[in-house]
């Protein structure tokens, strides 16, 4: 089955990652690949060495990316050199190259037939951008979902992703504390 979690609700990685540790519980081997993030998040910690049945890859960069116009200038202030911006439909080059090779990697590990979970973080996002194409996708998908459960997570899910999936999650954000100005908290958002 494909499974897409989705939306600007909190909550789409935590849900991935719940289903991998229920999936290695009931003995099944979990894959994940983490797209546009690096070894930075509190969770990696212990994922990478919480069972041998999972492996935890990581594509990305100490920085986050973002289209012109999707941070206010404030936004883009208090982030500061934790994020590139770049023109809408023109992701920074280097950026695209390091995403699909994370993609192929994932692609190659995934179709070894090995796993039973395969999560693909942020992935929608990565195809939101443009940093990863379409068809790369499909044709992960394609090799991958006869042998394996696939999650896909990440905001702005692309229709016909959406279309394919067996299950679709759309998390909606009803309040948020980061309205308030509360900044992202270590072992809760990051």
Not at 15 to 40: D, E, P, T
Not at 66 to 72: F, H, I, R, T, V
Request: aromatic share 8%.
């Amino acid at each position: 089955m494909l499974q897409v979690y989705t939306g600007n609700g909190k909550g789409k990685t935590t849900a991935a990652i719940g289903l991998a540790i229920r999936a290695l519980g009931a003995g099944k081997k979990v894959y994940v690949m983490q797209f546009m993030k690096s070894l930075a998040y509190s969770e990696q910690k212990v994922l990478q060495g919480f069972a041998p049945q999972l492996l935890l890859e990581t594509t990305g960069k100490p920085f986050f990316i973002a289209e012109e116009g999707m941070l206010s200038e404030t936004e883009r202030k208090e982030w500061g050199e934790d994020v590139v911006v770049f023109p809408k439909g023109k992701p920074p080059e280097d950026y695209m190259a390091l995403m699909e090779a994370g993609l192929r990697k994932a692609a190659e590990t995934a179709a070894e037939g090995a796993y039973d979970v395969v999560v693909l973080d942020e992935i929608n996002v990565a195809l939101a951008f443009g940093l990863v194409s379409r068809a790369s996708v499909e044709n992960l998908l394609e090799k991958v979902l006869s042998g394996a459960e696939v999650i896909c997570t990440g905001r702005k899910a692309p229709s016909w992703l959406i279309e394919c999936a067996d299950l679709v999650t759309d998390m909606r954000e009803v309040k948020h504390y980061y309205r308030q100005g509360i900044p992202a908290r270590r072992g809760i958002e990051n």
